[in-house]
């Protein structure tokens, strides 16, 4: 189960909480109507999110963190090294948007008995693909949430099922968020993706 910080069903929680794997982003704010239990942190590990997620102490005494048996990193050093003279040319104001904090994010998590992940720029690179073949739209990078859920249809072994709830598919404007509805529909439509029910009256942020 992969929970987005959209909008949550109301009345999933314990489903949810069910599930074998459930994974949540950044600060957990799905917690509550999105269910309790936390196995995994995804977290966006560049820029201004993974400085203060690794620079306050607040974030790894936090009730998901602190339930979390992994943090995963979403983005891939070199891919972003690699990026960085582009988005540095077209989107100055993001100038710290490539600076890796996926050293201390590790480090955290040996201090804390967590395992350590960082997803592997395969998964970045082949979104690039999918994405700019939906849209013509100009974008920085993937979401967070569309590299996790695409990071673990690629870990599958036959008899899984992934689930997700809490994506609006909105938010900041450096991501191709159009593109990923679009992708996520058409890996629903194929049923290698399932949502749960739409309808709710809750929302944790500004979205997943």
């Not at 972003?80 to 582009?86: R, S």
């Not at 201390?104 to 693909?129: N, P």
């Not at 072994?157 to 809490?166: L, M, N």
């Not at 404007?173 to 309808?199: M, N």
Request: charged share 25%; aromatic share 6%.
């Amino acid at each position: 189960m992969i929970v987005g910080n959209g909008e949550v069903p109301e009345g999933v929680a314990d489903v949810i909480d069910r599930a074998d794997i459930v994974i949540r982003f950044n600060h957990c704010r799905s917690l509550g109507a999105g269910g309790r239990r936390t196995d995994v942190v995804a977290v966006c590990n560049t820029g201004r999110p993974g400085r203060e997620m690794t620079q306050e102490r607040h974030w790894r005494e936090s009730p998901g963190v602190m339930s979390a048996t992994a943090i995963w990193c979403v983005r891939d050093p070199a891919k972003f090294t690699e990026m960085e003279p582009d988005i540095r040319r077209d989107r100055p104001e993001l100038e710290d948007f490539c600076v890796d904090y996926s050293v201390s994010f590790s480090a955290i998590a040996a201090e804390t008995g967590k395992t350590h992940l960082i997803i592997d720029r395969q998964v970045h690179d082949r979104l690039d693909d999918q994405l700019r073949s939906l849209s013509s739209q100009n974008y920085v990078c993937p979401s967070s949430g569309l590299v996790t859920i695409c990071h673990m249809l690629d870990s599958m072994v036959e008899g899984d099922e992934v689930s997700i709830a809490g994506f609006g598919h909105q938010g900041w404007d450096g991501h191709p968020f159009i593109a990923e509805k679009q992708l996520v529909d058409l890996l629903v439509g194929q049923g290698r993706l399932r949502r749960l029910p739409s309808v709710s009256k809750f929302s944790v942020s500004e979205g997943a």
